[in-house]
């Protein structure tokens, strides 16, 4: 059974740190996109970052280029997010996703050119 599980959320003061990491079990995902969305109360969910298959082109939504960074680790089947400059309208529930579609340096963005998601983790910034 393939899963994505998201680890790493929590509250944190505005101007903070945190990272986030979504592990993949079930099959390697070494050779998918992977991206990360968020979803805010009362809000649909939106795109915050994508990394291609081998980690060498990313791809940010604006509100984040800057202070969020994606990479990820082969090896351990898992996608980072690093969230610097953590700011209160960072808050939401972030997914993780993969995809087997996208080639070569392709960083999907939107939700449905992704196959597999997780089950979400609540980030919180405080004022």
């Known amino acids: 059974q393939v899963q994505l599980v998201e680890f790493g959320g929590g509250l944190v003061q505005a101007g903070g740190s945190l990272r986030l990491s979504c592990t993949a079990s079930?099959?390697?995902?070494?050779?998918?996109?992977k991206g990360w969305f968020r979803q805010a109360p009362g809000k649909e969910r939106e795109f915050v970052a994508a990394?291609?298959?081998?980690?060498?082109?990313?791809y940010y939504a604006d509100s984040v280029k800057g202070r969020f960074t994606i990479s990820r680790d082969n090896a351990k089947n898992t996608v980072y997010l690093q969230m610097n400059r953590l700011k209160p309208e960072d808050t939401a529930v972030y997914y993780c996703?993969?995809?087997?579609?996208?080639?070569?340096?392709?960083?999907?963005?939107?939700?449905?050119?992704?196959?597999?998601w997780g089950q979400g983790t609540q980030v919180t910034v405080s004022s």
């Open positions: 079930g099959r390697s995902f070494s050779s998918y996109a």
């Open positions: 990394i291609n298959w081998s980690g060498g082109s990313t």
């Open positions: 996703a993969a995809t087997a579609q996208a080639r070569g340096d392709t960083t999907p963005r939107v939700e449905y050119e992704y196959m597999y």
